[in-house]
């Protein structure tokens, strides 16, 4: 972990605070729930003795794991019971980032991977986030858990190898990634039903979230014949009261749509070599209110 500069507890916790945060809502996936935990660890950390302290960031990384694993905990049941399928509530960006700000949202907080690291235990998603997003070394792992570092590496090699099964065989790199949306945008907003499933993966599958607040589907959605024909029907009941339009969606190109002008969904990719190998699709409105609102 890297010291923290100056000795002003404030200064010292707005430093870190982003970082606090990305841990946060990568253990959580909503936004409100991650603000809560960093909010409780600065209550926390107001109300702490300083004196003997050796590293300010090493103790607020434990407090904001030690109460994200808390929080998830809790949350399984709710989760379980949820309508549908579970999507974190996406971060989104409708104008380019700049380059420093884009290396901070790096493939570890795609949709995709948020996706696969609901299926670990809350333990096993720390390690990995810790380990692999930000290069924790095991002996801090092992602090901030509580645990030996024989016993972090195992959860951690077994969140890794759950996440190597399930992810996409190719990495993309960001430029084609950007192109490969913008044609789709172009091919959805035309109803271009040759041109969607030119852009498919033959075994391309929709996950989507509508938290039993609007419709969605209760199942996977695969093939690439299947999910052009649902763009083109879209296309065809909507007529010119759908629109696209890009956005950067957890650090990855992606898009926003509205039906009316109204916010219906927000929709991130995961490719395999030049095609489009899923679609992960964000429409409960209550993770969709804050990219509304702004």
């Known amino acids: ?18 970082r606090l945060f990305s841990i946060a809502y990568r253990m959580l996936g909503i936004r409100a729930e991650a603000e809560d935990v960093v909010q409780d660890a600065w209550l926390r950390w107001n109300a702490s003795s300083k004196d003997d302290l050796q590293s300010p960031e090493a103790w607020l990384v434990t407090i904001v794991t030690r109460l994200s694993i808390d929080r998830l905990r809790a949350a399984r049941s709710e989760r379980e019971a949820y309508t549908g399928f579970w999507l974190p509530e996406p971060l989104v960006d ?9 290396a901070e949202q790096a493939s570890d907080l795609s949709l995709a991977l948020m996706w696969v690291l609901e299926r670990l235990s809350p333990e096993e998603r720390a390690a990995f986030v810790l380990r692999q997003a930000f290069d924790e070394d095991y002996a801090d792992v092992a602090a901030t858990l509580g645990k030996s570092e024989a ?8 969140a890794a190898e759950r996440v190597r099964q399930e992810r996409t065989r190719f990495e993309v790199p960001r430029a084609a990634h950007k192109a490969l949306v913008d ?22 599958h929709m ?20 999910l052009a024909n649902l ?8 007529g010119p009261t759908i629109s696209y339009r890009a956005a950067t969606i957890n650090g990855e190109p992606g898009l926003l749509r509205y039906v009316d002008g109204v916010l219906e969904s927000a929709q991130a990719f995961a490719f395999d070599g030049g095609r489009i190998a899923a679609i992960y699709s964000v429409r409960n409105p209550d993770k969709l209110a804050r990219i509304a609102a702004g």
């Not at 763009?231 to 909507?238: C, K, M």
């Open 1 to 18: 972990m890297s010291p923290s500069t100056g000795t002003d507890p404030d200064v010292i916790f707005a430093e870190l605070r982003p």
């Open 94 to 102: 409708v104008d380019e980032q700049t380059p420093e700000r884009l």
């Open 231 to 238: 763009y083109y029907v879209t296309w065809r009941r909507n």
């Open 207 to 226: 996950v989507s979230d509508g938290g039993g607040k609007v419709p969605s589907f209760g199942k996977l959605i695969s093939g690439a014949l299947r």
């Open 151 to 158: 016993a972090c590496r195992q959860l951690v090699h077994r």
């Open 183 to 204: 044609k789709f945008i172009h091919a959805a907003r035309a109803g271009d039903r040759p041109a969607m499933m030119a852009l498919f993966a033959d075994d391309v």
